[in-house]
């Protein structure tokens, strides 16, 4: 890497003698510590020069915690001090894949870290669908077993087989079952699915947002665009659908019962295992690893929102 001097220093460090790269989004590269303009390179390759004074800084927070691997996962222990700081009563939502497995442990390695500032109240909670894998109420015993703590077991209002006879069966993703369940609220005729987007919107001019999505309106490349499947159209055209299609069946097994126990607990916060690398129309519509409680809603905060398949590797 050639590291002669460059005049695009970070806005208020002019340590930084590693040039940009050509892949350096117009400038708006950021590290993610500091929130200052800064090269690429040096982002993702998440090591600190010597030079640099964000040495200090890293040389700080691994004496509080233990193999501490990147900026990323710097960035996301400093800002978890923050929000676990500032609330009460907090639901961790444990559902034994790995992305809940690292906010387990990242939750608990800040509270160890700072146990004599905080004072909140930890509710881990798994949510039964009523599908679950044995393996997976076993992975739970370990964690229990593991971190010394306990999970609480929620079943599901409405548990997935029953929902699914109740509302219609989910296909694919979450956002493409509601699209289609629209359509099919509708009595859209899908054999004739393959007409122009204000055809379509003539003959069914109450499911316009349904039919934008239908016909890829957003763009071939959008999240909210049916061309995010490949050949899903064309197949639906050719296979029209004669069973019921819903995603509801998430709602009585999982969200439903999430919200009742927030409501039984006064939970003030939870955190949940999403991350922005996963992709889907959640973290397009999402945008940020923390979102404030608006009304009736809690504070939700996404610890590993900004790691990489790679971050998520190395931790």
Avoid at 34 to 43: E, P, S
Avoid at 173 to 194: T, V, W
Avoid at 274 to 284: F, I, N, P, S, Y
């Amino acid at each position: 890497m050639n590291t002669n001097p460059t005049p695009h220093r970070c806005e208020t460090c002019d340590s930084c003698k590693l040039p940009r790269t050509v892949d350096d989004n117009g400038g708006a590269a950021k590290c993610k510590l500091m929130k200052y303009k800064t090269i690429d390179g040096y982002v993702a390759g998440g090591y600190t020069p010597d030079w640099c004074p964000l040495n200090a800084v890293v040389k700080q927070a691994t004496n509080k915690y233990d193999e501490i691997k990147n900026l990323a996962e710097l960035d996301a222990f400093f800002k978890c001090e923050r929000h676990l700081f500032l609330h009460r009563k907090i639901m961790v939502s444990i559902s034994g894949g790995s992305d809940s497995d690292i906010i387990l442990d990242f939750v608990l390695r800040v509270l160890a870290a700072r146990r004599h500032d905080y004072t909140c109240e930890l509710h881990f909670v798994f949510f039964d669908t009523g599908i679950e894998f044995e393996a997976t109420k076993r992975h739970l015993l370990f964690l229990e077993k593991k971190y010394n703590i306990t999970i609480d077991r929620r079943r599901a209002i409405t548990p997935v087989p029953n929902g699914c006879k109740k509302y219609g069966v989910p296909f694919l993703s979450k956002y493409a079952s509601e699209m289609i369940n629209r359509l099919q609220k509708h009595n859209f005729d899908f054999s004739q699915g393959d007409r122009p987007f204000d055809e379509l919107l003539a003959a069914y001019p109450q499911c316009k947002g349904a039919l934008r999505w239908w016909c890829s309106i957003n763009g071939d490349k959008s999240a909210y665009s049916i061309t995010r499947f490949y050949m899903l159209r064309e197949f639906l055209i050719e296979n029209p659908p004669d069973f019921p299609i819903s995603c509801e069946c998430c709602n009585g097994a999982k969200k439903n019962n999430a919200k009742k126990y927030e409501r039984e607990n006064n939970i003030d916060l939870n955190v949940l295992g999403l991350r922005k690398a996963e992709g889907g129309v959640r973290t397009v519509a999402i945008g940020t690893c923390f979102t404030e409680g608006v009304g009736y809603r809690i504070d939700t905060y996404r610890p590993i929102w900004w790691f990489t398949d790679k971050d998520k590797a190395a931790y």
